[in-house]
């Protein structure tokens, strides 16, 4: 997988549409859950783009201190469903927690991961952090990695 990393500002209106495209195929249909993805976030983020074939298949969102916590944190966190179950996730939070680190001179991340994943971000080091609680009608974990 080949990955860019861009702030808002300079993704183009194409890889815009496609980052765009791809969290509204997972989280709004797949998830069958109306939300409103656009939160005003992005413009403050990095976004970290993974393709294959010249095809955008993974995307993170990378925010700095003060956005959503406190700490640095990652989201909007997706994959194209064709791919799943081939370590294209685990790739992709890989890099995203080191430009988290590099990016952002931090040693703590903060997620908010949806319930169902929890072994997962576990399996790359986070810690659960209280009980779970509702997010767009998903069961969400607080989850923390510290350097």
């Given at each position: 997988?080949?990955?860019?990393?861009?702030?808002?500002?300079?993704?183009?209106?194409?890889?815009?549409?496609?980052?765009?495209?791809?969290?509204?195929?997972?989280?709004?249909?797949?998830?069958?859950?109306?939300y409103?993805?656009?939160?005003?976030?992005?413009?403050?983020?990095?976004?970290?783009?993974?393709?294959?074939?010249?095809?955008?298949?993974?995307?993170?969102?990378?925010?700095?201190?003060?956005?959503?916590?406190?700490?640095?944190?990652?989201?909007?966190?997706?994959?194209?469903?064709?791919?799943?179950?081939?370590?294209?996730?685990?790739?992709?939070?890989?890099?995203?927690?080191?430009?988290?680190?590099?990016?952002?001179?931090?040693?703590?991340?903060?997620?908010?991961?949806?319930?169902?994943?929890?072994?997962?971000?576990?399996?790359?080091?986070?810690?659960t952090?209280?009980?779970?609680?509702?997010e767009?009608?998903?069961?969400?974990?607080?989850?923390?990695?510290t350097?």
């Open positions: 997988m080949e990955f860019i990393l861009k702030h808002f500002q300079n993704l183009s209106t194409e890889e815009l549409y496609d980052v765009l495209q791809l969290r509204a195929a997972i989280f709004v249909v797949e998830q069958n859950c109306a409103n993805d656009l939160d005003d976030k992005d413009r403050n983020g990095l976004h970290l783009l993974g393709y294959e074939n010249n095809k955008l298949i993974a995307y993170a969102r990378i925010l700095p201190q003060g956005i959503s916590y406190k700490e640095a944190s990652i989201g909007r966190v997706v994959v194209d469903k064709k791919l799943r179950g081939k370590s294209v996730g685990k790739e992709l939070m890989l890099k995203a927690i080191e430009l988290t680190y590099n990016s952002f001179n931090t040693d703590k991340i903060i997620i908010s991961g949806q319930q169902y994943l929890e072994k997962f971000y576990n399996d790359l080091g986070f810690v952090e209280g009980e779970p609680y509702m767009d009608f998903i069961p969400h974990l607080k989850m923390s990695l350097r």
